[in-house]
């Protein structure tokens, strides 16, 4: 299994960025491939590029920041002095590559083909990308506008 993590506590600021703007983050992105119920040698000598594949990403930071303003959109408060809630978000594929001859190409060369299954967002956790950030609107401070669960199908080609 490979996987690769990331974890902070502080990231650096730009020079144009405000102290509040420090994102908390962590994430993980795993590759795995997924046991095969058969046993036998014809299932053991597999290539792992052959096999079915799993492959989950966790994300989770602090939400980013938002600055609320006046009736004259003047700033109310400390710029980006507001968060957003904290975003989660859970993704998964499983896939599987598959290697085709192809007889009437460069001298009958292989290809592959990967097919699979995707997940973006599978807990369909609430993400939000607005707010109402207006102290005159009747809404103020209400968030709203969230990526919802997307799933989708994998078909790709290449050599």
Do not use: W
């Not at 058969?38 to 799993?54: C, I």
């Amino acid at each position: 299994m490979q996987c690769v993590e990331s974890a902070g506590d502080e990231v650096a600021l730009p020079p144009a960025r405000h102290a509040a703007d420090v994102e908390h983050a962590a994430g993980v992105r795993c590759v795995h491939p997924c046991r095969n119920q058969q046993v036998g040698r014809r299932h053991q000598d597999r290539r792992s590029e052959d096999r079915l594949m799993a492959s989950p990403v966790i994300d989770v930071h602090t939400g980013f920041p938002y600055s609320n303003v006046d009736v004259l959109q003047n700033y109310a408060g400390l710029p980006n002095g507001q968060r957003f809630p904290t975003f989660f978000s859970l993704d998964a594929q499983v896939y599987r590559d598959f290697h085709v001859h192809l007889p009437f190409t460069e001298h009958g060369s292989r290809h592959k083909v990967r097919v699979g299954l995707y997940s973006i967002n599978l807990t369909n956790h609430g993400n939000f990308h607005d707010v109402y950030n207006n102290e005159a609107s009747p809404f103020f401070g209400k968030f709203t506008g969230f990526q919802r669960r997307v799933d989708g199908f994998i078909l790709s080609f290449g050599d």
